[in-house]
Nanobody
């Protein structure tokens, strides 16, 4: 079955960096578009970044120039490199994939940006 196992995250000071990883299994990773979402307390979950199977990247405006999504098709892993972090980036981050009409979420990882 489809599994998305996240790692990374934690507490970082403003201006710092973190990298999230999402290891995928149970589907053909290389032909799948992969996504990172986040949900801050009291807010709706929002799409942060997408990387297509062809490697095209898209970002929400608030993270452009600071976050980078990438993928390793050999390791079936998608990454989110987050630089110049701001307090407003504090949220639970989720990786997500849609396959055959179903959506699958990672377990979520907390990112807290605070001094």
């Amino acid at each position: 079955q489809v599994q998305l196992m996240q790692s990374g995250g934690g507490l970082v000071q403003p201006g710092g960096s973190l990298r999230l990883s999402c290891a995928a299994s149970g589907f053909t990773f290389s032909i799948s578009d992969m996504n990172w979402y986040r949900q801050a307390p009291g807010k709706q979950r929002e799409l942060v970044a997408t990387i297509t199977s062809g490697g095209r990247e898209n970002y929400v405006d608030s993270v452009k120039g600071r976050f980078t999504i990438s993928r390793d098709n050999v390791k079936s892993t998608v990454y989110l490199q987050m630089n110049s972090l701001k307090p407003e980036d504090t949220a639970v981050y989720y990786c997500y994939v849609a396959r055959r009409g179903f959506g699958y979420w990672g377990q979520g990882t907390q990112v807290t940006v605070s001094s």
